[in-house]
């Protein structure tokens, strides 16, 4: 089984809708957690919405830091996956075993105003997400090596822009 974090700053909404997807799709060959640098502490109630209108299961959602999976006896992570700016360019801890990270910047729908354009925004983040992800799990990860696996991140990412 392959370890996935999936990092954003707020950990509210991005990151949340990523590990949901990840460990759903992964149908048991990835085990996914999501994290901020500064946690907000809550999940947004639209990702969680979101969720639940696809029937993507997340039944301990919550707001954590990513200092919880570089502290002694964390899960070690296989692959990282930043999906906003600010988290991809700040200073990360240090992982233990070097995981392969790549970025795929997703806009951030928490913000959007009013309400129903909200929900719109969840769902454009859902789809693109959804949408590399399904890319992700498809691939023969157990055979791939961390230069192919950063090399088919990019490109998924780079497809799903196109």
Known sequence: MKNILV???GNS???????A???????GRIRAFSAGS???GKVNPVA???LEKHGVPLPEARSK???????PGAPEIDYIFTVCASAAGEACPIWLGHPTTAHWGIDDPA????LEARRTAFEGAYRKLRQ???????????????????????????????
């Not at 830091?65 to 502290?71: I, K, L, N, R």
């Not at 913000?111 to 009013?114: C, L, S």
């Not at 992800?133 to 822009?161: C, D, G, H, W």
Request: glycine fraction near 4%; charged fraction near 20%; proline fraction near 5%.
């Open 7 to 9: 990092l954003c700053t």
């Open 13 to 19: 909404a991005r990151s949340i809708l990523g590990e």
């Open 21 to 27: 997807l990840f460990n759903h799709l992964g149908q």
């Open 38 to 40: 500064q946690p907000s």
């Open 48 to 50: 969680l919405e979101t």
């Open 65 to 71: 830091s990513w200092d919880e999976f570089a502290a």
């Open 111 to 114: 913000h959007v105003e009013p």
């Open 132 to 162: 590399r992800i399904e890319a992700f799990v498809a691939l023969p990860l157990e055979t791939m090596n961390a230069a192919e696996v950063a090399a088919a991140a990019k490109r998924i990412q780079q497809e799903s822009e196109a």
